[in-house]
């Protein structure tokens, strides 16, 4: 097995992840520094990122309604509160699938299966990310006309996009908006609204795929079951291969 893909089954860090550890020079199989991506790895090898040995463990999958004002990582160095705190029961070396801005809330994976990671995020797969945003000013089809197009953002034109207008609010200058996109660039709602004129000042992930929050409180998480697992590894698969 290649050394990046036994990192992902391992539940470290994805694959993509685990090439930026290799070339980083944090990883060693059997005490030497790897330095070829297309390494392998053998049964009875022993696979170590910065010191700390790594072992394949059970794959476990999280859905979490996540609140804002808490961190989409597995650490912060300031302190803050991260979605792991949330999962306190959880004993697997979980993170979070993508991420959601600090000020952003609603649906989050969390996994140790870095496989099943690189399906969900990757923008070929086209997976329905679902957004409701309360933004500033009024919404309306030509000034979101252009997000069906694609909106230049940092030096790149998104995919095309999905609306609907929720709510239009005259006498408070604002509208609330759902929009689907299949990326998960930094920051990437609110750049595509600013691209168009309105300013977000608040803003939920609602849906996932097939996923909802359906009977979780914000802070709240339970875990998927086989079916649900299976639904969005299908929808990748079948995106990927047409």
């Given amino acids: 097995m290649r050394i990046n893909k036994y990192i992902a089954h391992a539940g470290v860090a994805s694959r993509r992840k685990a090439e930026e550890l290799i070339k980083q020079g944090l990883v060693t199989l059997n005490g030497q520094v790897v330095t070829e991506l297309a390494t392998t790895v053998k049964s009875g090898d022993k696979v170590e990122i910065d010191g700390q040995p790594i072992y394949n463990e059970e794959k476990v999958y999280y859905l ?6 808490v961190i989409s990582s597995v650490s912060d160095d300031k302190g803050r509160k991260t979605v792991i705190d949330l999962l306190p029961q959880v004993q697997e070396r979980i993170y979070p ?54 909106v230049l953002i940092d030096g790149r034109t998104t995919k095309p996009a ?66 649900e697992i ?3 590894y299908n929808a990748a698969v079948n995106r990927t291969n047409k």
Wanted: charged content about 35%; overall charge positive.
């Fill in 64 to 69: 979490l309604n996540k609140p804002r004002g």
């Fill in 97 to 150: 699938v993508g991420r959601l801005d600090w000020d952003t809330s609603g649906l989050l994976i969390l996994t140790n299966d870095g496989d099943f990671t690189d399906k969900m995020i990757h923008p070929r797969n086209e997976i329905d990310k679902v957004y409701v945003a309360r933004v500033k000013g009024i919404a309306d089809k030509n000034n979101l006309r252009p997000l069906t197009r694609g």
């Fill in 162 to 227: 999905r609306y609907t207008i929720l709510k239009t609010d005259r006498e408070k200058n604002r509208s609330v908006v759902e929009l689907v996109i299949h990326e998960g660039r930094n920051h990437q709602v609110k750049k595509m609204f600013e691209a168009v004129g309105l300013t977000v000042d608040k803003l939920s992930r609602t849906r996932f795929g097939t996923l909802d929050l359906s009977g979780l409180r914000p802070g709240e998480s339970r875990r998927l079951n086989k079916k």
């Fill in 230 to 232: 299976s639904q969005l």
